[in-house]
Nanobody, 124 residues
Framework: VQLQAYGGGWVQSGGSLRLSCAASGRTFSSYTMAWFRQFPGKEREFVAAMKAYNSNPIHANSVKGRFTMSRDNAKNMAYLQMDSLKPEDTAVYFC??????????????????WGQGTQVTVSS
């Protein structure tokens, strides 16, 4: 599976962005898809995930109520709608694909495939 994330950019605090993750491969629907973000000098932090076959999304507490993950298996796409953005959301955002067990769904080590990352910058 090859992934390409895009849609990042610069936005003012309170604004919105929609990230997209395009995946290649016919087995996309069988993978758990996830979004992580990385702050400078830090490890990747879990943002959201959706298990295979369009299950309900799981969101990190830090973004719950502001971010919404979705996926379209027919188009091999995953999305992250980010609303009410805050300066502390500024990071590089990555999409990942894997088959983690439930207890590992928020661990970046459980994902085998990654997109290249897209920068999100939120100004105050």
């Amino acid at each position: 599976v090859q992934l390409q994330a895009y849609g990042g950019g610069w936005v003012q605090s309170g604004g919105s962005l929609r990230l997209s993750c395009a995946a290649s491969g016919r087995t996309f629907s069988s993978y758990t898809m996830a979004w992580f973000r990385q702050f400078p000098g830090k490890e990747r932090e879990f943002v959201a995930a959706m298990k295979a076959y369009n299950s309900n999304p799981i969101h990190a507490n830090s973004v719950k109520g502001r971010f919404t993950m979705s996926r379209d298996n027919a188009k091999n796409m995953a999305y992250l709608q980010m609303d009410s953005l805050k300066p502390e959301d500024t990071a590089v955002y990555f999409c990942g694909a894997g088959r983690p067990i439930t207890s590992m769904i928020s661990s970046p080590t459980a994902y085998n495939y990654w997109g290249q990352g897209t920068q999100v910058t939120v100004s105050s």
